[in-house]
């Protein structure tokens, strides 16, 4: 499954020589009324017939025979794909890349100098990974997750720890403090491999699930690193089955993310109103994009707008009209239906935070804010004064 580091490497990938074709595709075997081979066929045509004077006749000819490979790398290797599959391919500069995708994926061609990577950054928030963790006095189950994808771990039992009828001739308090300690220890050792596993595979957020004493108690054995991603706990059973689990983690990952798009929201509103480190509306974002300043980027997922990219400085502007000049070094400009793909793919070079609102109760607030917006790394006012 592609990582956070492949799409970061691809959105650097570019030759000035020879187009690159980027394909998404979506590859849904469950579905038998719907036959990925003739929506991979539709694209390729499409690709093949709008081949412009964007590109030379060697050019032309490298990007027909770049699809002919596309076709016959699926005829040959399709089945061997269950989800999403993105190529990038410019076999004359030695680029050939296949990777596999989450199911969710909107199948799409582009050509141009460098990979066209918007729909996988939109899809990251889908690959971040995190550790749903069962646990109780002498037992815990560990899984690892993605929205799209979840495995069992392991499971750990420590036995020592006696059971409620196991009293024997003990008075109550000695009992308690037994248990107390046995718990302790077992959840101490519980606490080692979470951390273990976030050394070996960083994840970004941790669920608990047990009774609520019990979670208490074992939040306070975790190492601070584990703890700070503690995302919420889920009401299931110790025997419950994967599928449950991993459906209820995923609820509680949702609804993290969507809180998080809420508070920058309203993050975003009070800094613009203060006129100090936000942004809200097309133009505004293009000058803090310009400036290297996105810190996190909010867009409605709908939101799309016209404008321009300079082919030679790569900026994104909001004019491109024939034979217009760039703003800022003068090169040539390549007017796009939409350039809202550049932004997201520029603003995450810089590093930036992407925040996609794709529902309502976040592209509601979004409205009167111009439908994208920025929360930005320093301040304007500081800025304009030294
Ligand atoms: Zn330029």
């Given at each position: 499954m592609i990582t956070r580091a492949d799409v970061d490497a691809l959105s650097r990938l570019g030759s000035d020589q020879w187009p690159i074709v980027s394909l998404i595709l979506r590859v849904?075997?469950?579905?038998?009324?719907?036959?990925y081979t003739i929506r991979l066929k539709n694209l390729l045509r499409e690709a093949a017939d709008t081949l412009d004077d964007r590109f030379n006749p060697q050019q032309r000819k490298a990007v027909l025979e770049d699809l002919e490979r596309i076709r016959e790398f699926f005829r040959d290797e399709g089945d061997r794909f269950g989800r999403g599959v993105a190529v990038f391919a410019a076999s004359q500069a030695g680029i050939w890349q296949v990777h596999e995708l989450p199911r969710d994926v909107e199948s799409q061609i582009a050509i141009g100098f460098e990979a066209h990577v918007a729909p996988l950054i939109k899809i990251l928030e889908q690959l971040e990974p995190f550790v749903t963790c069962l646990i109780a006095r002498d037992s815990a189950r560990l899984f690892y997750g993605r929205l799209g994808k979840f495995e069992e771990l392991q499971q750990i039992v420590d036995e020592e720890v006696p059971g409620q009828h196991d009293q024997g001739g003990w008075s109550q308090a000695r009992y308690e403090r037994h248990i107390d300690e046995h718990a302790r220890a077992h959840f101490k050792r519980v606490a080692d491999e979470l951390f273990h596993i976030f050394e070996e595979q960083p994840y970004r957020w941790l669920i608990l699930g047990g009774p609520d004493e019990v979670v208490a108690a074992f939040l306070e054995q975790l190492h601070p690193y584990v703890r700070e991603r503690h995302a919420g706990t889920v009401r299931v059973l110790?025997?419950?089955?994967i599928n449950e689990v991993h459906e209820e983690s995923c609820e509680i990952i949702r609804r993290w993310i969507l809180d998080e798009k809420l508070r920058a929201i309203e993050m975003l509103r009070n800094e613009v109103l203060s006129g100090d480190r936000g942004v809200a509306g097309l133009e505004p974002t293009l000058m803090a994009l310009q400036q290297g300043q996105i810190l996190t980027l909010l867009v409605d997922d709908s939101y799309q707008a016209p404008g321009a990219v300079c082919l030679n400085c790569r900026s994104v502007q909001r004019e491109g009209g024939t034979g217009q000049q760039c703003v800022f070094c003068g090169g040539p400009l390549q007017a796009l239906d939409n350039v809202v793909p550049e932004i997201v793919t520029g603003a995450f070079r810089q590093g930036a935070n992407l925040l996609f609102l794709t529902q309502p109760e976040t592209q509601e607030p979004m409205r009167d804010l111009g439908r994208i917006g920025a929360l930005l790394r320093f301040s304007l006012t500081s800025q304009s004064e030294g």
């Open positions: 849904d075997k469950e579905r038998i009324d719907d036959d110790m025997e419950a089955n």
